[in-house]
């Protein structure tokens, strides 16, 4: 049995046995894996603090052939990204990124951007409280590494660019629509929210945070990307509704 060695984040972790857990995690390289951790839950066991939920660490784990869990062999601590005082917002943002990559990730399918996406996510969120930039930041991102983000720059209708002045998705066709072809159908994006989707695609989490987003553009990109999430995930991401009912307070 091969042993494998990759960079990993905790995305969650449940009860397997009375003294054993699986965890799930994104790996760098070989994507999302559930690994069974032997004896975590035992007080003195070494493996329990490595294993906190958003915990980024160096992993060596192994599988059996025919077995669709893994089984950790060793885990070595970078950084525990919940592990120093965090502020509330810091726990509810980032319980919320590791639920969409949970969702969001097949299984044992490598995607190395995705990873480095949730990395440069919480090391932003951890610099500073996340906010709406951030979140919408982060929830395009996943879906366009993901493959399902459409082409919202230019009018499936007529072929004009709506990339500056706005549009209306069409989200079970994954098309953008201007005005004229709308016809007054699908989710109305306006042109802030339009120009913030195209500086997200070209800056980092850092830059785009800290230009906060305005209401007209901040309300149509939840929308929008709340809508594609269900669309796509076909399911409400419970860890948001606690997010908003907890600090956005709308």
């Known amino acids: 049995m091969p042993v494998h060695e990759s960079e990993a984040i905790v995305l969650r972790r449940y009860d397997l046995a009375d003294s054993a857990r699986i965890v799930v995690f994104i790996t760098r ?4 894996i559930r690994a069974v951790a032997q004896g975590a839950k035992k007080p003195k066991s070494r493996l329990a ?3 906190e939920p958003l915990s980024h660490v160096r992993l060596e784990f192994f599988a059996r052939e025919g077995r669709d869990l893994c089984h950790i062999r060793q885990v070595e601590l970078i950084h525990a990204y919940l592990g120093k005082n965090p502020s509330l917002k810091q726990v509810y943002a980032f319980s919320y990124f590791a639920e969409i990559v949970n969702e969001i990730v097949q299984d044992n399918q490598p995607n190395i951007p995705l990873f480095r996406l949730i990395l440069a996510a919480l090391d932003t969120g951890s610099r ?3 906010n709406s930039s ?8 996943c879906l366009k590494l993901s493959g399902l983000l459409p082409d919202y720059a230019y009018c499936s209708g007529c072929g004009k660019c709506v990339k500056d002045e706005g549009f209306f ?4 066709a994954g098309h953008a629509r201007c005005q ?3 016809q007054g159908r699908g989710l109305r994006v306006g042109a802030p929210a339009a120009a913030a989707l195209q500086l997200m695609i070209r800056v980092s989490p850092e830059a785009f945070a800290a230009q906060p987003l305005g209401e007209e553009a901040a309300r149509d990109l939840e929308h929008l990307t709340e809508r594609l999430l269900e669309l796509n995930l076909e399911k409400k991401l419970k860890s948001y509704r606690i997010f908003k009912a907890a600090l956005i307070g709308r």
Not at 29 to 32: N, S, V, Y
Not at 134 to 141: A, D, K, S, T
Not at 169 to 172: E, G, Q, V
Request: proline share 4%; with cysteine.
């Open 29 to 32: 390289e070989f994507g999302k």
């Open 49 to 51: 603090g490595y294993l």
């Open 128 to 130: 500073i409280d996340p």
């Open 134 to 141: 951030l979140l919408r930041y982060f929830e395009i991102w």
């Open 169 to 172: 998705a069409l989200l079970d």
């Open 180 to 182: 004229t072809c709308a």
